[in-house]
């Protein structure tokens, strides 16, 4: 065979092969089409690179990932402690004003709802310890999404008692957790009242890059324009969820059974992440007057209670973890921008696209970039959950010429971020490729102590 021969003969080959992939596993058109496979790099290792992508066989992860706790220090993994706790209490709820509280009956993990996120690298050991304090009402239990391990596995731990496992975590993405009730029944009254977080699962080899086409005109032609931005972003939890109420705020099965819920939260709250009066006053120079339509917690007095705006630049690499925890379907879609790339189970199942549709305990990971300076709202494309909670103003850059007008300090010039911070909650605990948010402030759906403790933990001033 002559060097002519060969050079001809080893793309066809790995064309086939890749034909028989798509023919011989379960992949989706999607998911191949979402691997990378770099065509110029072929005639140097075609081979090499069809095992990349994961061969000719479904490489399957093991279906059971939990391990002994006693001998978990001696694997070589990282181990990383995450300690829960499950508390029955009282939470604020839209119409609570600092004059006048409406709560309702929450039961959580921690003291806040949606739990604390716990995040790792794929491959390390997350070894969990739920501890259920004297005097706490009822008994709990705990189910993540992560470990491929039933929750009938993990019994229900009492009032005084504490219990740990321990799993690798082995599958890339964002999982949901929450708690299982007492040996799984009630366990719908535990999660609609609170229980339920999330685990970021990092890749090992880290997060991809970022491609953005658009189109240009080069000599008179209209040409795409690639821009690529490299793999560290800023980066957002957003968890989606429902309550079912009733008037005195305790949970309605009857309401669950007919899916007619009374609100709709994102990171447990409704309406959470709109203008205060603090954005009131910069733009209309008056506390009072609103700039959105719904403002339910816009006082100060209101503290971690009171609505927070995401922040971030324009042109920076943005990454937002989505989790549906709720019973309905959730049309991500963010009003002004379109979904750069769209990720679950470490697969790119779509490049830009204007709406993702996640069903219940579904999570993607969602890539974007913000071109222009404006004011963009993340919203469950359904109107009666948009009406009802699920709209997130996020800001990006100074759209309102509030740097000028206020005379702010010129590293604020691309982001508010840096002078009014990134509410708490919709921030996740830092990655291998997050971008350090410039400031953050007190928000969530947290106790006073609990409050309290995470300003201690992040260096937030009050
Ligand atoms: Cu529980």
């Known amino acids: 065979m002559n060097a002519r021969q060969l050079r001809t003969l080893l793309p066809v080959a790995a064309v086939a092969a890749i034909g028989m992939t798509m023919l011989g596993s379960s992949y989706t058109q999607t998911q191949i089409a979402g691997q990378t496979l770099d065509t110029s790099a072929l005639d140097i290792d075609a081979i090499q690179q069809i095992h990349d ?17 006693e001998n978990v220090d001696t694997t070589g993994r990282h181990v990383e402690d995450f300690q829960l706790t499950g508390e029955s209490v009282e939470l604020p709820i839209m119409g609570h004003t600092a004059d006048e509280p409406m709560t309702y009956s929450a039961m959580t993990f921690s003291g806040q709802v949606p739990a604390p996120t716990v995040r790792v690298t794929q491959g390390d050991v997350i070894r969990m310890t739920l501890t259920i304090p004297d005097g706490e ?75 953005v086409e658009k189109t240009a005109v080069q000599g008179g032609e209209v040409v795409k324009d690639r821009k690529f931005y490299p793999p560290d972003a800023l980066e957002f939890q957003l968890q989606y969820n429902q309550l079912y109420l009733t008037d005195s705020g305790t949970y309605d099965q009857k309401a669950m059974f007919a899916h007619q819920n009374t609100q709709t939260v994102v990171n447990g709250k409704q309406f959470a992440y709109v203008p205060n009066e603090t954005h009131n006053n910069l733009i209309n120079d008056d506390p009072e007057k609103n700039i959105f339509v719904a403002q339910p917690w816009n006082s100060a007095d209101l503290n971690q209670y009171q609505s927070q705006l995401l922040f971030v630049e324009t042109d920076q690499h943005v990454r937002f973890f989505v989790e ?13 921008e379109i979904l750069d790339r769209v990720t679950q189970g470490g697969r790119v199942q779509s490049g830009p696209t204007e709406t993702w549709l996640l069903g219940g305990s579904q999570n993607m990971i969602v890539d974007v970039v913000f071109d222009e300076p404006g004011v963009y709202v993340a919203v469950n494309h359904d109107y009666a959950a948009i009406f009802s909670g699920a709209a997130t103003v996020i800001v990006a850059g100074d759209p309102f010429g509030l740097v000028e007008k206020h005379d702010l300090p010129a590293a604020v010039s691309n982001s508010y971020a840096y002078a009014l ?37 992040r260096g937030i001033e009050a």
């Open 53 to 69: 992508m994961g061969g000719l066989n479904l490489v399957m992860p093991e279906a059971f990932a939990q391990m002994d706790c």
């Open 421 to 457: 911070g990134n509410p708490s909650d919709a921030v996740p605990p830092m990655g291998m490729n997050s971008i350090e948010h410039p400031k953050q402030n007190l928000h969530g759906l947290y106790t006073d102590e609990r409050a309290a403790a995470i300003a201690a933990e």
């Open 324 to 336: 549906n925890q709720g019973n309905e379907p959730l049309f991500f879609h963010i009003v002004g």
């Open 137 to 211: 009402l009822r008994a709990h239990g705990n189910d993540m999404h992560a470990s491929q391990i039933s929750a009938t596995n993990f019994d229900a731990v009492f009032p005084g008692q504490s219990k740990t496992y321990c799993y690798i975590a082995h599958v890339p993405g964002v999982f949901k957790y929450h708690c299982s009730g007492v040996n799984v029944a009630e366990m719908d009254l535990h999660v609609l009242s609170g229980m339920y977080g999330i685990a970021i699962v990092d890749p090992l080899d880290g997060y991809k890059r970022l491609m």
